[in-house]
């Protein structure tokens, strides 16, 4: 079983909107601490976007997403969905996404540090045309 699921993603205009969600497994999402989500655009190096505590009460946001981006966690039995909304969409925000759980506590931009995480889902792809 896959550990970290990724869905959603696709191409919008300029100032539309997208959601993508990820499902950790139980196994995972027991051990889990944190679950953020990551992009990497074409020739630079991956940034975390926005990163949530599993108990649901602390979440961090990249500073260009802030007011934009809506991370949530859901709680689904022993799994754990966590939703990024995505609004007002600009070409900037193209790239691939990912998602990622960290067993380990971290607090402000240490919660966005893709080197602190340690399951990484599958990417998908968010285009975003002028």
């Known amino acids: 079983e896959e550990q970290v699921v990724v869905s959603g993603g696709g191409s919008v205009q300029d100032g539309g909107s997208l959601r993508l969600s990820c499902v950790v497994a139980?196994?995972?999402?027991?051990?889990?601490?944190?679950i953020g989500w990551f992009r990497q655009a074409p020739g630079k190096e991956r940034e975390g976007v926005a990163a949530i505590y599993t108990n649901g009460r602390n979440a961090e946001y990249l500073e260009s997403v802030k007011g934009r981006f809506t991370i949530a966690i859901a709680a689904e039995g022993a799994k754990r969905t966590v939703n990024l909304q995505m609004n007002s969409l600009e070409p900037g925000d193209t790239a691939m996404y990912y998602c990622?759980?960290?067993?380990?506590?971290?607090?402000?931009?240490?919660?966005?540090?893709?080197?602190?995480?340690?399951?990484w889902g599958q990417g998908t792809q968010v285009t975003v045309s002028s």
């Open positions: 990622a759980a960290t067993r380990r506590a971290y607090t402000g931009s240490d919660l966005l540090r893709d080197s602190n995480y340690q399951t």
């Open positions: 139980a196994y995972t999402a027991s051990l889990a601490v944190s």
